[in-house]
Each structure stands twice: as C-alpha cells, then as structure tokens.
C-alpha cells in the first residue's frame, strides 16, 4: 500500500511536470478535442425538426407539437434495448408492463411523500416497498429492535450507497469515538463507494480481488485499523458479475464490531430467485450473520421504473444515524430521511405497483429465463478460443481476450457495429453483458454469440483497424498518467450540457 501511493505520487508529479511542456499541451488538446467531437456527434438527438430551445420560447409550443417531437425520439431510441442487444440498462421493456406503469405514474404525478398529511398514501407504497424488499433478503422476523431490518427508499444505488456509507461515519463517530472514518472495499466495488468517500469525508481503502474477481479477505483484513467503521462486499459487483464472499467478510466484521455493507443493487431482485431455481449462489443477504446493512435496487431486475432503491439496515438504531433534521429554521421544522427534500411520489407509487403486479412467480419466471439465456452465451463464449471468461459469471457475463494479440476492445468495436452495445471494463481489459429478459426473446442470444464469433474473425483479420472506442479504452487502459483521462471524463461530461 505504501509504495503504492509513493508511486501515485511519482506518477502525478511527473504527469504535471510533462502537462508544462508546449508540445505535450497541444498534442493532448488535440487528444480531447476529438473525444469531444466524437461526444457531441453521438449524443446530438438526430430529430431535424426538433429546434434547438437555449432560451423559454416566447409562446409556449403547442402540446401535441411536444408529443409529436417525443414520439419521434421514442422510436429512434427504442430498437436496440427492445431487440435486446443492450447490456443491462433497460432490464425489462415489456410494452404491457411499461404502459402500466406510465398509467400508474400519471394518477399519482403531482404527490410528493415530503408532505406527508396531503399525500399519506405514498407513505404506505414506501413502507411497504421497504418491507417486501426487507422480507425478499431474508430479513428475521422479531421483535427485538436490534435485529430488527429497517430501511428507506431512496433515488438510485448510488444514494443507497452514499446513505449507507454516510450512516457509518456518524454511527462510528457517536457510538466508537472515531474521527478518521475509514471504509474498506474490494478494488470491484462501484464507484458509488469513492463518491460516498468524496462527499463524506470518509477515506476509502481499496483492496485486491483475487484471479477469481473475489474480494481478498486478507487483503481486507491487513487493511483494518482502529479507524475501520465499515467494509464492503457485492452481491454481485457490477465489472464481473461476482458475489464476494460475503460470509467471511460478514465474519470479520463482527469479530472487529464494525459495519458490513453489501451491495445488492444489481442483484438484490434477481440472486433470491436464482437460489430458489437450484442455482448455487454464495449466501449474501440478512441470513448472514454479520451483514448490518444492505443497497438493493427495484429499478434495475426489480423491473420498475428508474428512480427507485432501498438501503436496509440491521437494527433501528442504525437508521436513525441516515436522517437528518433541522430544528432552528424559520421556515419550521424540517425532517427528511434521504438526501433529496421533496421526492417524486409517484416513482415510489410506480415501483410499488411493478413489485405487486410481478409478484414472486412472475420475478421468479424472468429469473429462468435470464439463467438459462445467461448459461447459453456462457457455454457459447466458452468454446470460443479467442476468449476467456472473466470469473465465474451467474446472470453477468464478463470475458477478456485468451490470445495477446486480440484486442478485446477493437471486439466491441466491431459488436457495436452489428449493433450490439457492451460495457467495456478495465484494469485488466475486458467486456461484458449483463443479461436481461430482452436477451431472453427467441434469437437473441444466438443472434449475439454469431455477431460474436464474426466480430472476433474481423479483428483477426484486421489487426489495423482503429475502431471508434477501442483507441480510447486503450490509452484509459494503459496510460499511467490518470490526471489526463480524468480530464477527458469531465470534458465528457462539459460536452453533455454544451
Ligand atoms: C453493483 C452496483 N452498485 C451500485 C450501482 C449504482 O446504481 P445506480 O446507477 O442506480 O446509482 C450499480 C449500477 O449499475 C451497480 O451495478
């Protein structure tokens, strides 16, 4: 760890000494203002008739005007995750179930549960979109306040996260006197965790994961100190798809009596049924003795809309260390018990109804699917000598070149061409699919494995071939000066408002 940062050190001092250098400032505004250009030309919607609005129109447009422009981008932008060819992202899509949703959203748009006396019915769907996902994660049933799974709905994985991570430091603070938080978690855990760090003034300690992707345990525990409030596992983490091992974690944390978070966001919905099909799967949730808190989101294999997670915590006393009240200001008193005040009721209304309409057969029913279409592009990639997998995959499927000379991101690439979108992973380099229901439709998964084998064929025979992604996950990958790919993120980012 201690020649790590020395070498960072190294590496920044050199990176800014180089960035003085004329020659070297011109070659990288060069370097960016490409990634710009190739930004802004992706991201532009490519509707003609769509006007451009940088100041309030005059006169409001007429509304079928609005419908008509939004119908449009709907079918522009709908055929890739419709025909599955997505990695993750959309996770169900169903025409039925999406209008059912919009329809139940439209009746509660205007609700809002920081107002609680006007709109008491919101309060119900948030309870018991809390409770039904305490209940799916095994949480005991008990009356001991101790024991006892609580939790919140918030806006998204990373608020569960930031709110999970932000109850340590105040809990570790009040209860263990420490004043220098510091939060252990795997090298695969989201970046959820390093903004938590940013924002809270908690220091995070990234540990080595294992050839297999697995949180190291000794990694982890030769990073504890008297500072330790928390440590991290995932169930399972987004690069790889991998659940850590969440019991010895658990286990380790108890005997140091400090927190153990597990990041079920991408999981948490999907693991419980795939358990209850037979499939093995490395045990995670409130069964494990240990795990004090949990991030688990409904809007991704939850199958509601965007805008809705849970954190759940092992006894009362910890959620309380979330809230966060004010009883001086002069506007009254103030309550709120996640980050945001006020709060689209109608997403908590949205997801409550998904949950209920689904039910456990029917998240049971699209968990099959998603496994058996998961195991057939496993065993596709499998007998692909070019290709490795990365881990041992369940519903995430990661894999990496097998030969030195294929570059793996001249791959998505060329899938990008036949119209496939893949999540590009680094450190090391790497693709994967996280399969949703979309993939499940008849072909699909056929369809992806041939695009596949073509893909690989093409970059094998065109060593050469520059590619659109490729150059720039290439120099992220490789470049030890990270100022430089920092700088291009946020360029990326300027460019999405520009
Ligand atoms: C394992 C994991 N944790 C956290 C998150 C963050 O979730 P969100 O994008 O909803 O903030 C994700 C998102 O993909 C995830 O896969």
Known sequence: MGLKRVWQGVLRGAEKAAQRIPAVQKRLETEYAQVEAMVRSKMRPKLESLPDFPTLPEQGVPREQILEWLQQLRE????????????GTVYHGDEHHTAFLSQVYALHAQSNPLHADLFPSTIKFEAEIVRMTARLLRAPETDDPAQQVVGTTTSGGTESILLAMKTYRDWARAEKGVSEPEVIAPETAHPAFDKAAHLFGVKLIRTPVGDDFKANLDAMHRAMTRQTIALVGSAPGYPHGVVDPIPQIAQLAKQYGVGMHVDACLGGFLLPFIEALGYPVTPWDFRVDGVTSISVDPHKYGYTPKGLSVVLYRGRHLRRYQYFTATEWQGGLYASPTLPGSRPGALSVAGWAAMVAIGKQGYLECARQIMETALHIRKGIEQMPELKLMGEPLFLIAFTSAQEQLNIYQVLDQLAQRGWRLTALQRPPGLHLAVTIRHAQPGVADAFLSDLRDAIHYVKAHPEAKGEMAPIYGMANSLPF?????????????????
């Not at 990270?482 to 520009?498: K, M, P, Q, S």
């Open 76 to 87: 522009q932008e709908t055929p890739l995750w419709k025909q599955g060819r997505v990695s």
């Open 482 to 498: 990270r100022g430089v790919v920092d700088e291009v993120l946020r360029r990326y980012l300027d460019a999405l408002y520009d």
